[in-house]
């Protein structure tokens, strides 16, 4: 639920009693989409909000935490990423952050709701300033069928970078869309999913998430913190899933010699990521 009273924006979270606040001058774009509300705003201090269905989605100011996070991490455990698939993100920012590494060849941004894409490209250019790269490409339809319909063992890394697991993202949480994903790995591929809050979601979605990736025969899978201020609780996650090689050793020389800007990622948040605090651990051993 979202309220919009004496120029502050509101999401209200019910059932965790908690809300999160930001100071508005402004609506700059409303539309209901095929899919969804999708609303953009001027915020005094985190610059453009993204708000689809009353919910969050990112910020000017904040969202490289996660764009960062869902990408790099993966991208640097892999030997040698060159074909990613990103199904969601479309935002675009997944994207960018994706097509920083030179050694990638091809990336797919495979996103339902071409709306958030063309409104992305208005109000979040920074975010868009490679969909022309050449390797960038898109598809706007059903990620879980595209994912069914997809050549086996013909990507290196998919990225989940979807909305929470309801409505027309709850498909992407589910035990045959990681079986597809697991198909259309190749050897050493891996898959990276948004995973919610380590405080309100370790039990509820997060241990269904490892449960379901290795059913779905991921042979390692971990869950990486990471901070996400307009998120509930402030603090988010991302779990990866390996199809054959461990996930806490990393390009890590590579990591600390990349040849980009990042402005929270580095071989050091990598490895703070994966020392996860305790009570995960108890929830997550199996």
């Excluded at 990408?71 to 097509?99: M, Q, S, W, Y």
Aim: charged share 25%; proline share 6%.
């Amino acid at each position: 639920m979202t309220t919009l009273n004496d120029g502050w924006f509101t999401e209200v979270f019910q059932n965790e009693g908690t809300a999160f606040s930001l100071k508005v001058r402004g609506k700059l774009h409303e539309e209901q989409s095929e899919f969804q509300k999708l609303e953009i705003y001027d915020t005094e201090t985190f610059g453009n909000l993204m708000v689809l269905d009353g919910c969050v989605m990112l910020t000017a100011r904040d969202n490289f935490l996660y764009h960062e996070m869902m990408t790099h991490p993966a991208l640097f455990t892999h030997k040698n990423p060159r074909k990613v698939v990103i199904i969601g993100g479309g935002d675009c920012g997944t994207l960018k952050e994706v097509l920083k590494h030179p050694d990638v060849e091809e990336a797919w941004q495979v996103e339902i709701d071409e709306r958030v894409t063309r409104v992305s490209e208005q109000y979040f250019p920074e975010l868009c300033e490679s969909n022309g790269d050449p390797r960038a490409n898109f598809f706007f339809g059903d990620g879980v069928q595209w994912m069914r319909d997809i050549e086996p063992n013909s990507v290196d890394l998919i990225i989940i970078d979807s909305t929470d697991p309801v409505g027309p993202a709850e498909g992407l949480f589910a035990l045959d869309f990681y079986r597809d994903c697991m198909l259309a790995l190749r050897d050493g591929g891996i898959v990276v999913q948004q995973s919610e809050s380590p405080l309100l979601h370790t039990e509820t979605i997060i241990r269904g998430i490892h449960k379901d990736m290795k059913t779905a025969g991921l042979a390692h899978v971990v869950t990486l913190p990471f901070p996400q201020p307009v998120y509930p609780t402030g603090w988010w996650s991302c779990t990866m899933g390996s199809k054959t090689n461990p996930l806490h050793y990393f390009r890590e020389a590579d990591a600390a010699e990349r040849p980009f800007v990042t402005r929270y990622y580095n071989e050091a948040t990598h490895h703070a990521a994966l020392a996860q605090p305790q009570f995960m651990r108890d929830a997550l051993e199996d």
